[in-house]
C-alpha cells in the first residue's frame, strides 16, 4: 500500500534563509511523486513533480525538490523563504503500477517570520 | 476558465439527515476524485472516478456514496449524515497522461454535522 510520512507539523524558518520541508514515502513500486500549497481556505495547488529523469526537479514560485531513491525522501527546498510562503504544504505519491490513486501527507504547515 | 467548481461551500447538517455534494470540472478531464480534509490527518481519498461510467473506492469510502454523471460531474452523497463526517471535502480532477498528470482542486466544501 501507498504511504506518505511528513515528520515535522510546522517547521519556522526566518524571512531570507533556506528552507526544507521533508518528506517520505512507501509505495511497492516506482513512485510518482508530488508536492502540492495550500493557503487559507483554499483548495491545494500544485507546486511541482518527480515522474523520471533527474532527480531535483524545479518548481512553481522558486521551489525545488531532491528525489533520493534509497532513502525514499522527496524534500522540499527553497533557496531564500518569503512571507508570502507561510502556508501549508503536502507531499502526495502516486504507484506507477497503482493506477489513479494519489495518497497525501498529513502536511507541514510552513511558517517565515520576517 | 472556471476550472473544479464545487458546491454549496459551507452546508450544515443533524445527524442522520442526508445532502449531495456537487463537482463539475470544465477542463476534459477523465479522472476525478473526493478527498476529505481533517486536522492533523492531511487529505484521504474517499472515492474516484477513473473515467465516466467507472467508480471505485479510496481509503475512506464508508457512509459515501458517488455518482459519475457525466464526464464533467462527480458527485459526492450523504446518505445519513454523521458528527464523524464533520470536515471539509475536496473535489479534483487529473490533468494530463493517467499516472502522471497533477490534480486541479475545487476551493472545497465545508460540512459540519451536529
Known amino acids: 500500500a501507498q504511504s506518505v510520512a511528513q515528520p515535522e507539523d510546522q517547521v519556522n524558518v526566518a524571512e531570507g534563509n533556506p528552507l526544507t520541508v521533508k518528506c517520505t514515502y512507501s509505495?511497492?513500486?516506482?513512485?510518482?511523486l508530488f508536492w502540492y500549497v495550500q493557503y487559507p481556505n483554499r483548495g491545494l495547488q500544485f507546486l511541482l513533480k518527480?515522474?523520471?529523469?533527474?532527480?531535483l526537479v524545479k518548481g512553481s514560485y522558486g521551489f525545488e525538490a531532491e528525489f533520493n531513491k534509497s532513502q525514499t525522501s522527496f524534500h522540499l527546498k527553497k533557496p531564500s523563504a518569503l512571507v508570502s510562503d507561510s502556508a501549508l504544504y503536502f507531499c502526495?505519491?502516486?504507484?506507477?503500477?497503482?493506477?489513479?490513486?494519489?495518497?497525501f501527507g498529513a502536511g507541514t504547515r510552513l511558517f517565515v517570520k520576517a | 476558465n472556471a476550472g473544479v467548481t464545487q458546491t454549496p461551500k459551507f452546508q450544515v447538517l443533524k445527524t442522520g439527515q442526508s445532502m449531495t455534494l456537487q463537482c463539475a470540472q470544465d477542463m476534459n478531464h477523465n479522472s476525478m476524485y473526493w478527498y476529505r480534509q481533517d486536522p492533523g490527518m492531511g487529505l484521504r481519498l474517499i472515492y474516484y472516478s477513473a473515467s465516466e461510467g467507472t467508480t471505485d473506492k479510496g481509503e475512506v469510502p464508508n457512509g459515501y456514496n458517488v455518482s459519475r454523471l457525466n464526464k464533467r460531474e462527480f458527485s459526492l452523497r450523504l446518505e445519513s449524515a454523521a458528527p464523524s463526517q464533520t470536515s471539509v471535502y475536496f473535489c479534483?480532477?487529473?490533468?494530463?497522461?493517467?499516472?502522471?498528470?497533477?490534480?486541479?482542486f475545487g476551493e472545497g466544501s465545508r460540512l459540519t454535522v451536529l
Open positions: 479534483a480532477s487529473l490533468s494530463g497522461q493517467r499516472n502522471t498528470g497533477e490534480l486541479f
Open positions: 502526495a505519491v502516486r504507484d506507477v503500477a497503482g493506477g489513479f490513486k494519489t495518497i
Open positions: 509505495v511497492s513500486g516506482n513512485p510518482y
Open positions: 518527480y515522474i523520471t529523469g533527474d532527480n
